[in-house]
């Protein structure tokens, strides 16, 4: 039974060191009732921004049942720290094939860092069940290449659609 335990522990460490898990660091609160409308998540904050160091953030409200901006323009090569936050229940920020994966939650940013090798599309699902238009909620990643990302203007970066 000592043996059993024993092992089961050592698998959780070591998948978690060789696939480089962490609990995400920051807590940070927000008034959901204001998303949209007001601070940090107002709607003409939302989508990408570029940063003076040259790297990217994404501010994003998922909400029942959909995300907003529902598709999400970033360059590759570059540090993208998305940060996310909901008004209505969790949901779930996962994009596949990358290390991001976290929950979203009402009242809190939730915030991610990661980078994208390569252009590409990548599909962003919601994977916690938050109701039921749970399965119709994802939105696109659009990740270009570094140098065509830098020749848009701020209204083109924000999002996929031409500004
Ligand atoms: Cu949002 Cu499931």
Redesign the pocket.
């Given at each position: 039974m000592l043996a059993m335990l024993a092992v089961m522990m050592a698998v959780i460490v070591f998948t978690s060191v060789a696939h480089a898990l962490h609990p995400p660091g920051n807590v940070e609160t927000i008034n959901p009732l204001t998303l949209h409308l007001e601070g940090e998540f107002m709607e003409s904050n939302l989508g990408t921004a570029l940063e003076p160091d040259g790297s990217v953030t994404v501010r994003l409200i998922?909400?029942?049942?959909?995300?907003v901006p529902n598709c999400l323009l970033v360059p590759a090569k570059t540090p993208v720290r998305f940060r996310l936050t909901?008004p209505d229940?969790?949901?779930?920020f996962l994009l596949v094939d990358t290390n991001v994966n976290t929950m979203?939650m009402p009242g809190f940013i939730s915030e991610v860092r990661t980078s994208f090798a390569r252009p590409g599309d990548y599909f962003l699902?919601?994977?916690?069940?938050?109701?039921l238009?749970?399965?119709g909620?994802w939105a696109r990643v659009v990740v270009v290449p570094k140098e065509q990302f830098a020749k848009l203007s701020r209204t083109q970066r924000v999002g996929c659609e031409p500004g």
């Open positions: 998922a909400q029942q049942y959909s995300f909901s229940v969790i949901h779930g979203i699902p919601c994977h916690e069940f938050c109701g238009g749970h399965h909620m």
